[in-house]
């Protein structure tokens, strides 16, 4: 996220040791997945220089590292809009189309 790029769909196939399998979407252009790979390689690296940066991140985002094992004991769900400053409570039951 800190370089710019979303979170892909990843998958850990359990028939390869050690594998991950990630699947980009079918509209992005060569130039993005070109960009893509040059980032996991970087971050390759960085893994192998200094792991512990991994453990930080990410750094440049509102939100930092979420406790997710929190997150799901404890389903407080908010909405907040852009530009908005006040909080919605997540409603249970919602329509589709306008009434």
Do not use: W
């Not at 980009?24 to 993005?32: A, I, K, N």
């Not at 094992?69 to 404890?74: F, G």
């Amino acid at each position: 996220l800190d370089r710019g790029i979303h979170a892909p769909t990843v998958y850990f196939p359990l028939i390869v040791k050690e594998a991950m399998m990630i699947e980009p979407t079918e509209t992005e252009s060569l130039d993005t997945l070109d960009c893509f790979c040059e980032i996991m390689i970087e971050l390759s690296e960085l893994a192998k220089t200094d792991p512990s940066r991994f453990h930080e991140a990410p750094l440049d985002m509102p939100v930092r590292r979420l406790n997710e094992v929190k997150a799901a004991k404890d389903m407080n769900l908010v909405y907040q809009a852009p530009g908005s400053d006040k909080a919605k409570p997540h409603q249970t039951t919602t329509t589709v189309f306008p009434q």
